[in-house]
């Protein structure tokens, strides 16, 4: 986590589509994550709605709670004393074919987008990786999607964590126009 070099986060318009897909709930993000475990120790609880039966079914039961404030049969599986996921082993994740819908749509790369810095506890591997990400911009269309990302950052409710005020200046400026 200590290397400082560009990633490359892939060209910004089909990177806009294929997150459109995911928050829809129709897909998966692919982040090239590589070697990087950031977001599993980051002192983060990972919300599992009840319609993840394949999840469900691989997380042992002890490690679920109810989801304060949600409907009767949502989860959320907690950390352990380091801020990791009690499913992260040392050689990735241990349910990573079945790990839950927000591991299969967290990406970092909202934050690079938006020029949002991920702040709060465990946050900083986060953040430093965000850092490195750079996308392809074709033209004066993916420039111009970018420059309102960042302006509906600025114009955003400051009370919002960092990932909420990211992905509202992205749905709010680019989905519908990414196609």
Known sequence: M???????????????DELA????GEGDTDVPCGDCTACCEAFQFIHVAPDETDTLAHIPSPLLFPAPGAPAGYRVMGYDERGRCPMLRDDGCSIYAHRPRTCRTYDCRVFAA???????RGQDA???RAARWRFAVRDGRDQDSLDAMHEAVAAA???LPPIA????????TTFGESS
């Open 21 to 24: 897909v995911a928050l829809r």
């Open 114 to 120: 938006t020029g949002v810095t991920p702040t709060g």
């Open 126 to 128: 986060i953040a430093a």
């Open 165 to 172: 005020r990211a992905l509202a200046a992205i749905e709010s």
């Open 157 to 159: 409710d400051t009370d």
């Open 2 to 16: 200590d290397d400082a070099r560009p990633l490359d986060a892939g060209e910004l318009h089909h990177w806009l």
